[in-house]
């Protein structure tokens, strides 16, 4: 079953270009059906493990027991935002134009960075993580220039030199650690990282610094912003909703849990550095003209809310670290989405040339709403929560005024979407725009989707906490370690 994972995207990535030659219709719903498979087994095995079992801690060896690949707490988490995200990415790209004969390919490109983003999730030693790493990425820079355009080359090409530098880090880092350990599964790295010295302090900072490039933390965010502005709208979802996430902000989660432990030194400057992320990111939100861009740094702004929760280094600080990175996948897709939506409707993502097109496009007006509103911390909705409890934690932790400025990056939060959703859809409708009207139905249901499991994530907190949060040995059964 784990093994699934991997090989159905991939099956249906490696079929694409036979139906493009005799079924070219069918390749619509090839990923359409895989990702749906994905989110069904995800829940399948989350009802068996944690509803009936209690517990959670699936694991299958392969290839003559060379290779494991493990199921747990943090990874079902990650396995079913990355179902989710990528579902209603094709279901936006049924209706968005792209290049028919291209078609094909862009959806195997999508399928083969599930593909990776599946393998990474699952894979129980740090070599095998790099190489399922550099499939998302390779995947990533093809679908960033999709369009073949100035600012999509010129995106992919800055994500592309900046990846390649993570890459040379990263493999560096493997290199010295196994030096020292003499292996590269979890548990032998977790021996020898006891006793390794000043090596181990390298290998952490090299692959802190490949990881902070990934998730586009900042200092080092330089090509985040390009990356999601200049791709298709279908692809900024994707980028936005999950694979930084997943490509960043996971590895740096298991890594830390499995590898490298609470050490004070690394857990300050992941604090320093999510705080920075948490209110730059947030502050240059507030800049933008650009519905696109906005949310490209408003994404850099809540990695840094993650990063704080589990530098808390807590149950509860890694309990609203895994909440929130599941809620940011699901509202920033959901804005991304309604960026799609506007862009399909108007021709232009410009603050200055959109307005009052609520009236014309209730539907995406009211999603956006519940979008910006979790996002910017509003109770009742799921963004409330998560990052309630990263603050609570980083309290309790001692860490009082970083929960400030969790609370202070809220407030600019808000700021900026509440000016975003001004102009774009308050006030009175601008001249040109009259005849606007609402997107397709295959356009707008994935935003009604992901709205709908924020407002049900923000309602049902206290039985999703007690049920599945709260018990750290079921759903989350790695943290407690």
């Known amino acids: 079953m784990l093994l699934a994972y991997i090989l159905v995207p991939l099956l249906g990535a490696a079929i694409m270009p036979i139906l493009r030659k005799i079924w070219q219709k069918g390749t619509d719903s090839v990923p359409i059906l895989v990702t749906v498979y994905q989110i069904i087994i995800t829940g399948w095995i989350a009802y068996q493990g944690i509803v009936l079992n209690g517990s959670l801690n699936l694991e299958r060896w392969i290839l003559d027991q060379v290779l494991a690949l493990r199921l747990d707490g943090l990874s079902l988490v990650a396995l079913l935002a990355i179902g989710l995200v990528s579902f209603v990415t094709v279901l936006f790209s049924l209706r968005y134009p792209l290049d028919e004969d291209r078609r094909p390919g862009y959806y195997a490109l999508i399928l083969l960075a599930v593909t990776g983003m599946n393998g990474l999730v699952v894979a129980t030693d740090l070599f095998s993580m790099y190489v399922f790493l550099e499939i998302v990425s390779v995947a990533s820079f093809i679908l960033i220039?999709?369009?073949?355009?100035?600012?999509?080359?010129?995106?992919?090409?800055?994500?592309?030199?900046?990846?390649?530098?993570a890459?040379?880090?990263?493999?560096?880092?493997?290199?010295?650690?196994?030096?020292?350990?003499?292996?590269?599964?979890?548990?032998?790295?977790?021996?020898?990282?006891?006793?390794?010295?000043?090596v181990v302090f390298i290998s952490f900072a090299f692959i802190?610094?490949?990881?902070?490039?990934?998730?586009?933390?900042?200092?080092?965010?330089?090509?985040?912003?390009?990356?999601?502005?200049a791709s298709p709208a279908p692809v900024s979802i994707l980028l936005a909703g999950i694979v930084t996430k997943i490509a960043g902000v996971?590895?740096?989660?298991?890594?830390?849990?499995?590898?490298?432990?609470f050490n004070s030194v690394f857990m300050n400057l992941l604090l320093v550095v999510g705080a920075v992320s948490t209110v730059l990111g947030a502050f240059f939100a507030l800049g933008q003209k650009d519905f696109k861009r906005m949310l490209a740094y408003s994404s850099i702004s809540q990695i840094g809310y993650i990063m704080?929760?589990?530098?808390?280094?807590?149950?509860?600080?890694?309990?609203?670290?895994?909440f929130h990175f599941f809620n940011h996948a699901i509202f920033k897709s959901l804005l991304f989405l309604n960026s799609g939506a506007v862009e399909t409707a108007t021709g232009t993502r410009n603050f200055d040339e959109l307005g009052g097109l609520a009236e014309k496009m209730p539907v995406t007006g009211t999603t956006s709403v519940i979008g910006l509103l979790s996002t910017a911390g509003i109770p009742?909705?799921?963004?409330?929560?998560?990052?309630?409890?990263?603050?609570?934690?980083?309290?309790?932790?001692?860490?009082?005024?970083?929960?400030?400025?969790?609370?202070?990056?809220?407030?600019?939060?808000?700021?900026?979407?509440?000016?975003?959703?001004?102009?774009?859809?308050?006030?009175?409708?601008?001249?040109?725009?009259?005849?606007?009207r609402e997107v397709s139905p295959v356009v707008y249901w994935p935003a009604i989707i992901m709205a709908a499991i924020t407002v049900f994530s923000g309602i049902l907190f206290p039985l999703v906490y007690d049920k599945l949060l709260n018990p750290v040995n079921s759903l989350l059964g790695l943290l407690a370690k």
């Open 167 to 198: 890459t040379v880090f990263l493999l560096v880092a493997v290199a010295l650690l196994f030096a020292i350990t003499g292996g590269v599964s979890f548990g032998e790295l977790a021996q020898g990282v006891k006793t390794g010295g000043p």
């Open 308 to 322: 704080m929760g589990l530098a808390a280094g807590t149950p509860l600080g890694l309990i609203g670290a895994v």
């Open 208 to 229: 802190f610094f490949a990881l902070a490039l990934k998730s586009g933390m900042m200092p080092f965010h330089g090509w985040l912003p390009d990356a999601y502005t």
């Open 145 to 165: 220039a999709y369009q073949y355009d100035e600012f999509g080359m010129e995106g992919s090409f800055k994500y592309m030199m900046l990846s390649a530098v």
């Open 380 to 436: 009742p909705l799921a963004g409330f929560w998560s990052k309630l409890v990263i603050i609570v934690a980083l309290w309790m932790a001692g860490f009082k005024f970083f929960a400030f400025i969790a609370v202070f990056a809220s407030i600019i939060t808000l700021a900026y979407l509440l000016l975003l959703q001004r102009n774009v859809f308050f006030g009175k409708i601008k001249q040109g725009l009259e005849g606007i």
């Open 250 to 261: 996971y590895t740096m989660i298991r890594l830390v849990l499995e590898v490298f432990g």
